[in-house]
């Protein structure tokens, strides 16, 4: 109600927008409206952009005004792109180069940790505030404030019908595009009607999907001055010649850019200070506290000195992790204080050799004869080395994916996730829907809402994990964006619910309400293979032919032949490959996917 009060401030735009509507016969005396007037407000696949919506008052005559989108994103955008096929430019795990022209390849293509530690602070609610009144409505804001809110939030196949209607026309900028696997995300956009714009790397795997026609625009960033990302990539967008509807991202590392760049374009997003909380682990865990949940005992840790303080206020068992990380990387347990220091240097050097690749943090490769103890080793120093010492959770650890609409939970459910690869923390796979009891899945989930509410997250795909602990149930972590791997297919497929259109619609700023079945659908289990040793992978085909074995839905590897996997004893365990099992009851599913692990064998040569 706020945000439509402060961009009705636009009068003439308003006022154009309502001439046009009597023109076309609206329906609803009251002003709410229906499926009809969507209609007129997006014509399907002919709806062309236009530029704010304040240029509406120059096309009032009659027979002319539609809220037609004028011009053409390619059109109105400078290309710029590298050639050479994808090989040329993707990085693989483990194998990065020293070689310098890779090197500027990798700083031009991928957002460093510098990138993020340069972006602008919050701005004031009085400047936000500014940026509102400032800020014409969009043709998708317009239309919402004709349709009325019950309409809007019926969490039945009619409303959710509807508020697909609004995604069709609309412009989403998408800041960096994540990995190649995230195709689906963009395809699923395309089908919606959504005109999709990616910001990445001028490299970026993504171009070609501007030449597939599933994406309207590509926009090449480079990355390599890092203290001016944001102003470039803000710079970007208002230059397009039209104006996004909602921007969004499905990548970790990008979330505090996407965060400050819709507060600056006066688009829907969750604010910047409760992002940078949310990442920030011992930040969370602050919070938690002031809100009175049940947290960690845990201890910020900048170098050794802190480890007398950090064993005083946790003791052992405990678990060191980067206040900033992701995918396990840098996660271990420690027992002894000896046990610490050798850790600590251990994945110091691990972080030093992170890269961020295609919007996640992905593994690198180093040596343990390097100097770790070298501010400058690894091919970037761009990954944020403080950590967080915390006691160690027993218990069964789960997923929780939360969907927020306007500071409201409209979605929670729980994924198990089975017992990792310790002392690393390394996923070895899950099940959906969740078998704990149902008083426990009842405690997490108000645990876990509870958590992203006191950050102050308000819209949107979170992924949280926690664990249920014999204390009860504790929190590991918030991610402020939709889980990767499995997570998008299994609320899919067993509850209906698909995560990629719920976040699209709180980007746009339409509400979310997907309707949610009484039981689950179909059961999942999914299997997450991990190298018990250090070697190559050597040649066989020992994953791809479960793809046809009953009850699997897809074996995947990771890994190809001649590549360098790591094992638990020498740090963190590469992932192999995954499999996915489907079955009536979920007792089912984990049966067939333990039957084919005990079957597996992965072609390892172990290093001599």
């Given at each position: ?399 929780c994916d939360v969907i927020l609409s306007d500071g ?20 070895t796979g899950d099940n959906c829907p969740s078998i ?173």
């Open positions: 109600e706020c945000l439509a009060s402060e961009r009705a401030t636009n009068v003439m735009a308003r006022s154009a927008l309502s001439e046009a509507l009597k023109q076309r016969g609206s329906k609803d005396g009251d002003g709410s409206s229906g499926e009809e007037d969507i209609r007129l407000e997006r014509r399907s696949s002919s709806v062309v952009l236009t530029p704010r919506m304040s240029a509406l008052a120059e096309r009032q005559e009659a027979g002319a005004f539609s809220l037609e989108r004028m011009g053409s994103l390619s059109q109105s955008l400078q290309t710029r792109r590298r050639g050479g096929d994808e090989e040329t430019y993707l990085l693989r795990e483990n194998s990065l180069p020293v070689d310098e022209e890779v090197v500027a390849s990798l700083k031009s293509n991928f957002l460093s940790e510098a990138a993020i530690d340069a972006l602008p602070p919050p701005i004031s609610s009085l400047q936000r505030e500014r940026i509102l009144r400032e800020t014409p409505q969009s043709p998708t804001f317009e239309v919402l404030n004709r349709i009325s809110f019950q309409k809007l939030t019926d969490q039945s196949e009619k409303g959710q019908k509807l508020r697909l209607k609004l995604l069709r026309g609309s412009v989403v900028v998408f800041f960096l595009a994540g990995y190649e696997g995230k195709r689906f995300v963009y395809e699923t956009a395309k089908k919606l009607g959504v005109r999709c714009v990616v910001v990445d790397g001028p490299d970026c795997w993504a171009t070609q999907l501007e030449d597939e026609g599933i994406i309207e625009k590509f926009i090449p960033l480079d990355m390599t001055e890092a203290e001016t990302v944001f102003e470039r990539a803000l710079e970007a967008i208002k230059s397009m010649g039209v104006d996004p509807d909602g921007i969004c991202t499905f990548c970790e590392v990008a979330v505090p850019v996407v965060s400050r760049l819709s507060e600056h374009l006066g688009l829907p997003g969750n604010p910047p200070a409760a992002v940078d909380k949310a990442r920030d682990k011992h930040a969370t865990r602050e919070a938690m506290r002031e809100a009175g949940l049940p947290s960690p005992n845990c201890c910020l840790i900048e170098s050794e000195a802190d480890f007398p303080k950090a064993m005083e206020l946790v003791g052992f068992p405990a678990v060191i992790k980067p206040i900033n990380g992701a995918a396990s990387i840098g996660v271990v347990r420690v027992n002894s204080e000896a046990d610490l220091r050798k850790q600590y240097k251990k994945v110091r050097a691990e972080m030093k050799y992170a890269v961020v690749k295609s919007g996640a943090l992905t593994q690198g490769h180093y040596s343990e004869e390097e100097e770790i103890e070298d501010k400058d080793a690894g091919p970037q120093n761009s990954v944020l080395l403080q950590m967080l010492m915390e006691e160690y959770l027993d218990g069964v650890e789960i997923d409201i939970s409209v979605y929670s459910k729980i994924t198990d996730n089975w017992p990792t690869y310790e002392p690393w923390f390394n996923e704990l009891p149902q008083y426990q899945i009842d405690e997490m989930e108000k645990l876990c809402i509870g958590t992203v509410k006191a950050l102050g997250l308000t819209t949107g795909v979170l992924h949280v994990e926690a664990k249920y602990t014999s204390r009860g149930p504790r929190l590991i972590e918030v991610n402020c964006r939709m889980g990767g791997g499995q997570v998008h297919s299994n609320n899919l497929a067993v509850w209906g619910v698909d995560l990629v259109v719920e976040h699209l619609l709180t980007a746009i700023g339409v509400p979310s309400r997907p309707p949610v079945p009484e039981k689950p659908k179909r059961c999942r289990s999914n299997l997450a293979i991990n190298s018990d040793t250090t070697g190559i992978m050597g040649p066989g085909d020992w994953i791809s032919k479960w793809n046809d074995y009953p009850g699997v839905i897809r074996a995947e590897s990771l890994v190809n032949e001649g590549d360098h996997v790591t094992g638990p004893s020498d740090g963190l365990p590469s992932w192999l490959a995954e499999i996915w099992c489907e079955a009536d009851t979920v007792e089912e599913a984990i049966a067939l996917v333990r039957k084919i692990e005990a079957d597996v064998v992965p072609p390892i040569i172990p290093k001599k």
